[in-house]
């Protein structure tokens, strides 16, 4: 089976960071050690190269700071429009967006009675109606490791489903999608891991037909 390159949907990084810290970012992101800093840098390459043209790889990097206690720094991405609510035994934390006057749900965060992250949805402001566009839903193992994950988008009148199975890092292994009931694909992912002494990768590949991902991570770890 073909194997492509599974990029992960970066807002639900950013959900994980403004959401209530109920338990510590390094278990989040499935860190080891009491770790201080981390410059992650994603490059994306092709793999063939059109005669005549040249190789274009876009670089992104992305930095995260920890204090001792395993918590992200305070990020700009931070607001003060959130709820907190609790309703048969799940917590809810909520987002709300200023539109033209109205506090409008924008985001929310499910949280199940082990402090597990369970449910993120992403929802369209922009309509009377409360409209839901996207969601993941998280299922975890007896040890607390997020094996499974499931997406869900609702986009012009489709309602298209990603169900992935997640290895040790969190990263996708298997993939299945459908599209309004209809299994549309089912893909595997492959990638190659570099880890420090601590156990934390600090390079990751993947490649396909198309196209080879590269990320490198440079990891400060506090001195004990």
């Keep these: ?22 338990s510590s970012d390094w ?35 992305t ?8 918590y992200l720094a305070k990020s700009s991405s931070e607001n003060d429009n959130r709820k907190k609510s609790n309703l048969n035994g799940l917590e809810y934390i909520t987002t709300y967006e200023n539109v033209e006057g109205v506090q409008k749900k924008s985001a929310e965060d499910v949280y199940n009675a082990k402090k597990q992250l369970i449910k993120q949805s992403i929802y ?18 007896n ?15 489709n309602i298209t489903v990603n169900l992935s199975d997640l290895n040790k890092y969190g990263d996708t292994t298997k993939r299945q999608t459908l599209r309004n009931d209809k299994i549309v694909s089912e893909e595997e992912f492959d990638y190659n891991y570099t880890n420090d002494k601590y156990g934390n990768w600090i390079s990751k590949t993947s490649s ?6 590269t990320w490198t991570r440079k990891i400060s770890y506090y001195k004990k």
Excluded at 10 to 21: E, G, S
Excluded at 36 to 60: A, L, Q, R
Excluded at 63 to 70: C, I, L, T, V
Excluded at 144 to 155: F, V
């Design 1 to 22: 089976m073909k194997k492509i390159l599974f990029v992960l949907v970066q807002i639900l990084l950013v959900n994980q960071i403004n959401a209530q810290k109920l």
């Design 27 to 61: 278990q989040k992101m499935r860190l080891k050690g009491t770790i201080n800093k981390i410059v992650e840098i994603h490059e994306s390459c092709p793999s063939v190269m059109v005669e005549g043209g040249t190789f274009y790889c876009p670089k992104d990097t």
């Design 63 to 70: 930095s995260y700071e920890f204090n001792q206690k395993g």
């Design 124 to 141: 369209y402001v922009h309509t009377a109606k409360e409209q839901i566009l996207n969601q993941w839903e998280y299922f975890y193992d």
């Design 143 to 157: 040890n607390g490791n997020k094996i499974k994950e499931k997406t869900t988008e609702w986009w012009n009148g």
């Design 208 to 213: 396909s037909g198309n196209h080879s991902e």
